[in-house]
């Protein structure tokens, strides 16, 4: 199933990911469809040959251009609080190595995934094809959404903001919610979940997070 360097899943792989599933579960990830697609995911796929010990330890990862591969807790923890069912259309800012969008899809969603860098979103869009995703993968501004497909039932930001993005409200159906870190410092945020209600939203404060920065007009550069 995976060409190029990509080895099998072997059963120490699987083995390694229950050992990361039981890990994610005693931190408070209980969604069981969350821990079901980690389970099930070959993050080593996502890591160089040579870098391949690194994938099930519960670290992120840099991926080059200045970016990582998630800590797999806070890819557990984001997407257990976008409180999503099988079948919605979920909007991702942020593609990077595809892991987080690759999570989310085996979860039953509809994703849409955003990367402004062209490299990394053809190389996604590669990694998600190996391993039969259904994600659509589109290069542009994250930091605007992705208007084409809007409304969303769900949006996931995993770039920190320096604020909440207006076009992503607006692209954020009734009723629906996002899920962004949020901070004043480029490498601190709060992760915050936003509901909206008509023309208004409320948010809550999920915790303390450190993300790359999200670029593109309305992130930091």
């Known amino acids: 199933m995976f060409k190029n360097h990509h080895p099998e899943d072997q059963p120490r792989h699987i083995g390694q990911r229950r050992q990361l599933t039981d890990l994610l ?3 408070g990830i209980h969604d069981a469809r969350v821990l079901d697609a980690i389970g099930s995911i070959p993050r080593h796929v996502f890591f160089p040959k040579e870098f391949e010990q690194f994938a ?6 840099p991926i080059g251009h200045g970016q990582t591969i ?3 807790y806070t890819v557990a923890f984001q997407s257990q609080s976008l409180m999503a069912e099988p079948g919605m259309k979920v909007l991702e800012i942020g593609t990077g190595s595809g892991y987080q969008a690759a999570v989310l ?19 996604a869009r590669k990694m998600l094809t190996l ?6 993968v589109f290069q542009s501004d994250g930091s605007q959404g992705l208007k ?11 770039a920190g903001a320096p604020a909440i993005p207006k076009p992503l409200v607006d692209q954020l159906s009734d009723g629906g919610i996002m899920v962004i870190p949020v901070g004043k410092q480029r490498n601190e945020q709060k992760m915050v979940r936003l509901t909206k209600h008509g023309e208004s939203y409320n948010t809550e404060i999920l915790g303390d997070f450190r993300f790359v920065p999200l670029t593109g007009k309305l992130g930091w550069e």
């Open 25 to 27: 579960h005693s931190k």
């Open 56 to 61: 099930y330890r519960d670290e992120a990862f």
């Open 70 to 72: 998630s800590q797999p």
């Open 105 to 123: 899809d085996r979860m039953g969603l509809k994703v849409f995934s955003v990367e402004i860098i062209p490299e990394l979103t053809e190389a």
């Open 131 to 136: 391993l039969d995703s259904k994600v659509q």
């Open 148 to 158: 084409k497909f809007a409304p969303y039932d769900r949006i996931l930001v995993t």
